[in-house]
Nanobody, 121 residues
Framework: QVQLVESGGGLVQAGGSLRLSCAASGRTFSTYAMGWFRQAPGKEREFVASITWSDGSTYYADSVKGRFTIARDNAKNTVYLQMNSLKPEDTAVYYC??????????????WGQGTQVTVSS
C-alpha cells in the first residue's frame, strides 16, 4: 500500500500563488507516476497534472498549462504542485494520486484525502 498526505491548501486572492505538497510513504517503489486531480463543487473530478518518478516527464491539463508546475523530490518521496496566477475557477479540493501503470491515462491506484484550495475574486 501507498499512503499519500497532501498539504498546502488554503485561501488566496485571484492572481496569487499556492504550493501544494504530497508526501508519499509505504510501497512507493511500486508506483511509476504521481498526479494531481481536483474536484469543484457540483463538478466531476478532473486531471490537473502528472509526473513520473523516473525521468520527471510531465503532463498538464490545458486549463492549467503555463500557470501550474508539477515537480518531484525523489529523495523525499514528495511531489509538489506550484500554482501561480490562480483564478476563481481553480477553486476545488485537490487530490494527490499515485499510479502503478506506465501507461499514460491509466487509472490511478492510490489517493490522498484532499486539500481545499479556494481562490477569491
Amino acid at each position: 500500500q501507498v499512503q499519500l498526505v497532501e498539504s498546502g491548501g488554503g485561501l488566496v486572492q485571484a492572481g496569487g500563488s499556492l504550493r501544494l505538497s504530497c508526501a508519499a510513504s509505504g510501497r512507493t517503489f511500486s508506483t511509476y507516476a504521481m498526479g494531481w486531480f481536483r474536484q469543484a463543487p457540483g463538478k466531476e473530478r478532473e486531471f490537473v497534472a502528472s509526473i513520473t518518478w523516473s525521468d520527471g516527464s510531465t503532463y498538464y491539463a490545458d486549463s492549467v498549462k503555463g500557470r501550474f508546475t508539477i515537480a518531484r523530490d525523489n529523495a523525499k518521496n514528495t511531489v509538489y504542485l506550484q500554482m501561480n496566477s490562480l483564478k476563481p475557477e481553480d477553486t476545488a479540493v485537490y487530490y494527490c494520486t499515485a499510479r502503478r501503470s506506465r501507461v499514460v491515462g491509466a487509472k490511478y491506484d492510490y489517493w490522498g484525502q484532499g486539500t481545499q484550495v479556494t481562490v477569491s475574486s
